[in-house]
């Protein structure tokens, strides 16, 4: 933006105002363009799973099977609004920075003062700024002094001071000593400021494009279901591919080899998959809830299970956000006294340092009333950067505070002690103030410079925005999890540095923003590669988005938290952004991922077991959805190979009567299964490492799948056999044998529901045995499997059911046999456990 200077003492003419509010736009920051819900929908329809699907159901539809093509496309949609309804979310970064913007300015035009929207003001407007006013614009001082709480824009907590007499040198903008910006809030003071940036082009407005212009990428659990997703898509097809000519060879007509086709494709298919994981991430989401943790992105849950480096604010995250004197030297009645004299705040308002003041002063035996203060005060002299003290005349006396060099020099006497224990408090990286007193010879009030000379100093006080308590714990917790925790904030090194020390941070090195800004990008990269915690002190919005990005580039996991405007971008780059719900801003919060309802730094150690928990679940359901694709793909092998001297054993809607009835009750039980011990005893998990291992495939299809399938096979070819079945002999409608076939379909697929429920009870630990976590311990799981049993009951025994999914009435010898069945399976991985602690000779290793 490119600024003519015509502004007058008297402001801009209101014609001028409106020719420019023409000119440059109003002072609203742009909207970023809203996403179509129609694209995230048809993402859902287009997923490998999906593309598998509707594979399924085009063959169906070809090789005349129009009820499973119907079936099939049931399945789609279901799967595809379920998971459409539960990740849809809108991002309102930029609208919340609109937000944050006041609505009313007051200024000078057509030489009145006058208030008006701030969206019309316009650059070269003079602003008109007061103790308690939100920023409306930058603006560029020209008359006036005033503090300014600039912790929105860079997370410093104590206000800056903006002078209109001072040089405007500052490398950054934000360091300026003459300049305000728009979001921020003036603590005390007045002036008057030129604008010179309005919408866009303020630092908000910078901010709010880079928030734009960050790309949010798939969650680790995103990527991994995608992966597993084609896997079973690269499987499903190669196997329809590969065995579609078999069973041409083994002698099947076209028509029956395509329907083997179609059930190999539906067998390998679980179409459960997606909506269990989705509901699964839900149940995570709502019990993150209860630990004070909004999840805005289901993924999220797990993703924050996965950190491996966390990057933390200091201001409001580490801290309360609340100035309080640490400690006074020396501790005296005549300190408490002279510090409420010559206070500026009230019970309810006032700069977060002269309440902490007043508070320490009331603690420590003072005076409370301030009322009976202020009416007894005679003269303030306000803070003056060049003098850098203020001091009151009250009835009683003449009292002083400021920053040590500048009344201590104004002191008589030694005062040697009193700057050393200033310079010590300084060095912990406290603010440090240094009370004198002095006493009034007359009612008179004496000129400043006779009032603020031949002082007699009384103490010196050291303020800091403290630690919460409960953080220290936290940090130590997330520590033995095996994660870094590195401290990213606006503030200054020795104050970062202090707090950080206190609640257990490393903080091995101090390293400045702008040092960073000038690093290359080797450089930072093996920075951030050492072992130890590092403070990042006075970090811009682009230096924490750099910090980001290089741990994201080793293969860390970030979750970086934060609160303020200055912290959106690196929250929406970050893998996973945690903002505070309580003190932070509008901005923060729809910029991040998760957000903590109670600012509690805690609460992000609990959410970091909560994701572990859940992808540990995750696993557990995966596992048991995947055992039972051995025994729904064998009887197609069977039949394939057989040559049609075997009939199909199982029918496709039964599959999906499994996979979509059967399965989905027990699968979500098991993301109900509390962690496991010494889950964050655990090093993080790798970025690399998949939602599935061979360990896993192992489990599933070498073990429990194939003893599954050799067990369902017993029992068809055990019933068919029993009702005097010979290899070829025909089982279709009207032939002798049809009814004795549809019991053996029956028993193979009640067979793999049996099967089903060892398999849920063997998937609820991944080394522990069954007996050491309790049997009815998992009531969710039980009610699932007594689910399971009915529904199953309900399809074999019902004969509306039995009609559309070709099953029959099971006689007792065959219920008698698939008892055991459970027992069997979930008996085969519980050896395989055992064998494994005995191995290993622990009860759980990474």
């Excluded at 997606?274 to 004070?292: E, K, Q, Y």
């Excluded at 797990?302 to 309080?324: F, Y």
């Excluded at 340092?353 to 005679?378: C, F, K």
């Excluded at 219920?815 to 519980?830: K, R």
């Amino acid at each position: 933006m490119t600024l003519t200077v015509s502004s007058t003492p008297a402001g801009l003419s209101t014609r001028e105002a409106q020719r420019r509010l023409q000119q440059y736009g109003p002072n609203a920051l742009p909207q970023r363009s809203t996403r179509r819900w129609w694209r995230d929908l048809v993402k859902q329809f287009t997923h490998p799973l999906a593309l598998l699907l509707w594979m399924a159901a085009a063959l169906s539809a070809a090789s005349g099977s129009t009820e499973l093509a119907i079936a099939i496309l049931v399945v789609i949609v279901l799967n595809a609004l379920l998971a459409f309804v539960q990740e849809q979310q809108a991002e309102h970064a930029v609208e919340a920075l609109g937000r944050y913007l006041p609505q009313h300015a007051w200024v000078l035009r057509d030489g009145h003062r006058q208030q008006v929207l701030a969206i019309d003001l316009v650059p070269d407007d003079v602003l008109l700024i007061e103790e308690g006013d939100r920023v409306s614009a930058d603006a560029r001082l020209v008359e006036g002094v005033v503090e300014v709480d600039n912790s929105a824009l860079t997370g410093e907590s104590a206000p800056v001071l903006r002078d209109a007499s001072s040089a405007d040198d500052a490398e950054h903008p934000l360091d300026s000593p003459v300049r305000v910006f728009s979001g921020t809030v003036c603590t005390e003071g007045s002036a008057k400021a030129l604008v010179v940036g309005t919408g866009a082009h303020t630092e908000l407005g910078r901010i709010a494009a880079l928030s734009q212009r960050v790309h949010v990428d798939e969650s680790p659990l995103e990527r991994q279901v995608r992966r597993v997703a084609w896997l079973i898509a690269i499987v499903a097809v190669g196997a329809g591919v590969a065995f579609l000519p078999l069973g041409l060879v083994a002698g099947l007509s076209l028509g029956a080899a395509l329907l083997f086709a179609i059930g190999l494709l539906v067998a390998n298919v679980p179409e459960g998959l997606l909506p269990t994981i989705t509901l699964a991430l839900a149940v995570g989401v709502r019990s993150m809830a209860r630990r004070g943790a909004v999840v805005k992105r289901l993924s999220a849950v797990e993703t924050l299970g996965s950190t491996t480096v966390i990057c933390t604010d200091k201001t409001g995250t580490l801290t309360a956000n609340s100035m309080h004197v640490v400690e006074a030297r020396p501790e005296s009645p005549a300190l408490a006294d002279a510090l409420f004299r010559c206070g500026t705040a009230d019970d309810t308002t006032g700069d977060p340092t002269e309440v902490a003041l007043l508070r320490y002063a009331r603690e420590a035996g003072a005076q409370s009333d301030v009322a009976i203060r202020d009416r007894e005060r005679l003269a303030l002299n306000r803070f003056d950067p060049r003098r850098k003290m203020m001091s009151t005349v009250d009835i009683n006396g003449i009292h002083v505070k400021g920053a040590p060099e500048a009344v201590l020099s104004r002191c008589v006497g030694d005062v040697s002690a009193l700057r050393r224990h200033a310079e010590e408090l300084e060095s912990r990286g406290l603010r440090v103030l240094a009370v004198a007193t002095k006493p009034l010879s007359s009612r008179d009030v004496p000129p400043q410079q006779d009032a603020e000379s031949g002082l007699t100093a009384v103490g010196v006080v050291g303020l800091l925005d403290p630690p919460r308590p409960e953080v220290a714990a936290a940090v130590e917790a997330v520590h033995a999890a095996g994660i870094k925790v590195h401290v990213v904030t606006g503030d200054n090194g020795h104050t970062a540095a202090e707090i950080a020390r206190q609640v257990g941070i490393g903080a091995d090195r101090v390293v400045d923003g702008l040092v960073v800004d000038r690093m290359p990008e080797d450089q930072l990269d093996r920075l951030l590669a050492d072992q130890g915690e590092i403070v990042f002190a006075r970090s811009t919005p682009e230096t924490k988005l750099r910090i980001a990005d290089a741990l994201r580039h080793k293969g860390e996991v970030v979750a970086m938290t934060g609160d303020g405007v200055n912290d959106a971008p690196a929250l929406r780059r970050a893998d996973i952004g945690v903002a505070m719900g309580a003190a932070g801003t509008d901005v923060a919060r729809e910029a991040a991922t998760l957000v903590l309802t109670d600012d509690n730094f805690a609460t992000i150690a609990a959410g970091i077991e909560e994701g572990r928990r859940v992808f540990d679940n995750v696993r557990k359901f995966i596992l048991y959805i995947f055992v039972h694709a051995i025994p729904e793909v064998l009887p197609f092998l069977v039949f394939a190979l057989a040559g049609g001297l075997v009939p199909l054993p199982l029918g496709v809607l039964q599959i999906l009567a499994i996979d979509l009835g059967t399965d989905t009750l027990p699968a979500l039980a098991l993301s109900r299964e509390p962690a496991e011990p010494g889950l964050m005893t655990l090093p993080p998990r790798s970025r690399r490492e998949g939602v599935i291992t061979k360990h896993l495939l192992w489990r599933a299809w070498g073990l429990m799948g194939l003893t599954a399938g050799i067990l369902v096979l017993l029992a068809f070819f055990t019933v068919l056999l029993a009702g005097g079945w010979h290899p070829g002999d025909p089982v279709g409608v009207g032939a002798p044998l049809h009814q004795v076939y549809l019991e053996a379909t029956t028993a193979t697929f009640a067979g793999i529901v049996a099967c089903q429920v060892g398999t849920a009870f063997a998937a609820r630990t991944e080394w522990a045995s069954l007996w050491s976590i309790g049997v009815t311990t998992n009531r969710a799981l039980l009610v699932g499997i007594a689910f399971e049993l009915a529904f199953t009951a309900a399809l074999v025994y019902a004969p509306p059911l039995q009609a559309v999914f070709g099953t029959a009435a099971l006689p007792p010898w065959v219920l008698l046999m698939l008892v055991p069945f459970p027992v069997v399976v979930w008996g085969v991985d519980e050896l395989n456990r055992w064998r494994r602690r005995r191995r290993s000779g622990q009860v759980r290793t990474t």
